[in-house]
C-alpha cells in the first residue's frame, strides 16, 4: 500500500521538475543566432544613432556626443578590467563628462555570461562591454554588439585589434617572468621553457590555454613541425609545477616556491616587483605573447550616445590613464615583438585547445621532492 | 479534547499514539483544515520546494536536452574521459580522507567543549570557528607557506630535528589535511548542538554501572548522536567532492587532478558546457539522495532513539576531566597553535609585508600597513561590507526560520509527503554555484517584479545555496526532542503555532544558533553566485576578495582576511551570546 504512494509521489515530484524546466525552453542551450531578437524589427534606436554619429569626426563629433549624452541617463559598463584599472577609469571619465559610469565588474566568462542572459530576456542591462577577446568574439557572433569607435582612433589600432564589431583597447602581455634569487640565467626565448635547467623551476597556470594556442602557432609558423612542437611542449611540461591563478603564481614565485613562471600577465609582475619583490620580466622573451582586450557598444544600449563617447575617449584620452594602470594601451607603440592571440580562432576552437591544455597539463609528471 | 478545539489537526489517534513507535502514517485521514497551521506548513514547503527546482529544473533540462530533444551526448562528454577513473579515485581519496579528518576533528573539539569541564574554554570555542571564516584560497596559501618542501616554516623550523623537509602539502595527505581541518567547522557547529541537547543522564547512568569512559563513549555517546554524525558526514563528503580550491592549489603541483577540475574546464569555455556540468552534478544528486534516504531511515527507525530532550527536567552537566584535563589541556592548545594560530599569524604576517618574503629581520623591519590601508580605500569596501552584512545576516535568519518548520514537517509531523521537504532541502548542495547563479538570473530576467538587480535576488541564491545546511543543522536538532513535550503542550490547549513557537523553537536554539553562525560566515565567502549576480550598488565582500585574488595583491587579500576574521569572531560571539540566552541552560 505504502510503496506506489511513495512512486506516484516522486513521479509527480519528477513530473513537476520537467514541466517546470518545459515553461522555459532550453535555458542553457547557447542561443546561437537568436540573441533577443533586437535584429528582427530593424536597427534599434541605438544603432540608428551609432549610424548618424558615424559620418562626424573630430571636435564636431565629440561635442555633438556630449550634446547628447547630457540627454541621457549616465552609464552602464560591464567589463573585466582590474579594480585598479576600473577605478582610474571611471574617475578620469567622470572628472571629464561629468557622468559616472555605473560598473559591473567580473571575470570576463562571467561577463559574458550575464550578458547573453540579459540579452536572452530582452533586458538590456549595459550600454557598454570591455572585456577579453575571446568573449567579445562570442558576443560579435552573437550579433548584440554595434561597432561605434571613431575610425580616427581605430586607424591607431594594429591590426590584430581590429575586428568587425569590436575594437581592442589594451592589450594583456603573456611573458615568462623569474625571481631574481633564484634564477640567474632567465630565458631568452620561448624554446628556452623546455630546458631541463629549468625542471623543479618552471609552474604553468591551469587556465593559460589561450597561451598555449597562440605559443603553439607561433612555433608552427616559425616552420617547427608538429612534432618538434609537442616535444617542445612535453619538455616544458617535464618538471614543471601548475598552479591555479595569475596573482597566486606571482605570490608563490616572490615566495620562492619556484623561480619561474612561463605565462604571467607583465601587469602583475610589474606591480609586484614595484612593491619591492625580487621579480623580473624584462628584458622581455620574445615574441611577447600579447591578448587583446577591447569594447564595443551593445545594439540595445539605453544611453547609446554615452556609450560612444565612453569608446571614443577610452581611445583617446583614456589611453593614458590605462597605461599609467600598468595596462598596455592598444594605440601605443609596444617596443618589442607581439604575437596576438587569435580572437576567432579561440572562439571557434577554444573548448579544443582548453581540452588539450587540460591534456598536456594532467600529464605532469610527479616531482619527487 | 481541548486539543482538539484549539487544533482540529491534531485528532485522538494521535494524541493515544504509543509512544515509542513510529508515528503511523495516516494519510487516509490527513485532511486540510483552514488553520494556520496548514498555511504555515504549506507555504514553507511550497517555499523549499520552489527554491530547490528552479536550480534543479535549469540542470537537468540543461542536462538531458538540448534544442532537438532528449540528449545523452553529455554523459559522454562529462564521463568519456579517458582519465575518469583515475580522476574519481583521487576524489573519493581525497573527500573521504577530508571526511575522516574532519569528523574526527570536529566530533573531539565539539565533545570536549560542551561536554567537558576543558581548560581554555572561551579561546577554544571562538578558535574552532576560525577555518570557517578564512576563505578557502587564503587558509590554503597559508599552508603552503607553512609546509611547502621548498619555503615551508614549520619545514624550515623543523629541519634539524626532524631532517629535510618533514612535510610536504603537495601530496593527497596534504590536501586532506587542508579540506579536512577547513570543514571540520561544520561538524563541530553540528556535534556542538548535537551534544549541548543531549542528556548526560544517559552516560551518568552507564559510568555508575560499570562501564569505563571509553566504553560509555563508544556504546552510549556516539550511538545518540547518530543522526548528527550522519548529517555530518553527508554534508562533507558532498562539499569534498565539489570543492575545487584545494585540490587545484595543492594537487595540481603535483599533478593530482580530481573530477571537479573538469567542471572548471568545460564551464569555462564558450558555449559553456552546463550539460557536462549537469552530468557531472547528477552523480553527486545520486550520493545526496541516497545519503538523505539513509539519514532518514537511520533516524526514523523508532523516533524515540535519539530523543534526549524529553519531559524529564534534565540540565546538562559538563564531565569533569579528573587527571585528564592537564594533558587534555596541551592537546588543544598544541591544535590550536598548529591549526588555527598558525595559519592566522601567516595571514597576518603576509598582510604586513609589501610582498611574501621568508621571515628574517629585513622582513620585518619593512612591516607596513599599507594593506590594510589599502582595503579601507578600495571605492566599495564600506559598501561591500554593508551589503555583506545584511545577506548573511538576512539569508541566515530567513532560512533557519524556514528551516525550523521544514525540520518539524519532516521529522515530526505525518503529512504525506513529507520525506519528498527534506530530500528538496538538500538539492542544492549538489548544484554548482555558477548554474545556481545561472538559474536564478534566467527566472528573475522574466519575472514580472523588478527582483533582477536589486539586493534581493542575491538574498534568494544565498537562502537557496545554505538551505541544505540549515535544513541539517534544524532537522538535527529535532531528531532530538522528545514528540512528549509538544504533545503536553497542545494537551494543555495550546495552539500548534503557540508549541512551535513557545516549547519547541526555543529547544531548538542549540541548532538554530549553530546554523545561523555558519550561514551568517559562510554567506561571507559566497562567490559563484553573487558574481553573476550581483549590480552596481550591490556589491558584496567576497567580490573584492575574488577581484584581489584574480587580477591583484595577495598581501591585500590577507589583509581582508585578517580584518573578516576579527569582524566575524565578533559577530559570531554575539549570535552565540544571543543564543544561549534561550533554551537550554548550563549549570
Redesign the interface.
Known sequence: MRMPRTLARTALAAGAVMVLAACGGNPTAAPAGDAGGPEASGPTEAEQLYEEIAGLSGQERRDRLVELAAEEDGLNLYTSMNADMVDAVTEAFEDEFDIEPSVYRAGSETVLQRILQEQEAGFPGNDVVETNATELMALQQEDVMAQCASPERMEEVPEAGKYEDWVATRFNLFAPSWNTNIISDPPEVWEDLADPKYDGQLALELGDYDWYMALTDYWLEQGKSQEEVDQLWADIVDGAKVVKGHTVMGELMSAGQYGLASSNYTYIVEAMKASGAPLETQPYVNPVIARPNGGSCMKTAQNPATAMLFMDWLLTEGQEVLAAAEATPSTAEIETEIVAVDGQKLLDEGSEWSQRYDDLLSGVEQVSD | MTANLADPAVTPEELRRPADGPPE?R?ARWRWPLTPKMFIVAGVAAAI?YLA??P???L???TF???QGLDLGSFERAYGDG?MGELWGNSLAFAGGAALLSITVGTTLAYLNVRTAVPFKALFFAASIVPLIVPG?LYT?SW??LA????GLLNAFLEPILGT?PF?I?TIWGMIWVEGLHSSPIVFLLMVAAFRSMDPSLEESALMSGATRLQTLRKVTLPLVRPALLSSILVILITSLESFEVP??LG????I?VFT?RI??V?????????AA?ALAVSLLAVAVIGVAVTRLLAGKGSKTYQTVTGKGFRPRPLDLGKWKPVVGVGILFYFFVTVVGPLLVLLYAALL?????PSWEAIS?FTLDNFAQVFE??SAARALKNSLILGIGAATIVMGLMAIAAWISVRSTI??RG?VEQ?SFVPLVIPG?VLG??I???Y??FPLPI??TILILLIAYCTKYMPYGMRYASTSMTQISSELEESAMVSGASWWTTFRRVLLPLLSPGITAGFIYILVVSFRELSSS??L????NEVLS??I??????????V?AAIGVLMVLALMFMVTVAYKLGAKVGLRED
Not at chain 2, 585574488?549 to 598581501?555: I, L, P
Open positions: 502514517p494519510a520546494g527546482l528552479v534543479l529544473g535549469y537537468i533540462w540543461g536536452f538540448d534544442a582519465r584560497i596559501v603552503i607557506f611547502s618542501p621548498q619555503i623537509a610536504n603537495f587545484a592549489l595540481l603541483q603535483n599533478g587532478y577540475s572548471y574546464f564551464l569555462r569555455s564558450y558555449p559553456q558546457d552546463l550539460g549537469g609589501p610582498f611574501y618574503q621568508a619593512s578600495m571605492n504525506p509527503g519528498i528538496l555558477i545561472l538559474s538570473s534566467f527566472v530576467l522574466r533582477y538587480g558574481i553573476l550581483y549590480s552596481p550598488g567580490i573584492l575574488w577581484e584581489q585574488f584574480e587580477n591583484g595583491s595577495f598581501n587579500l
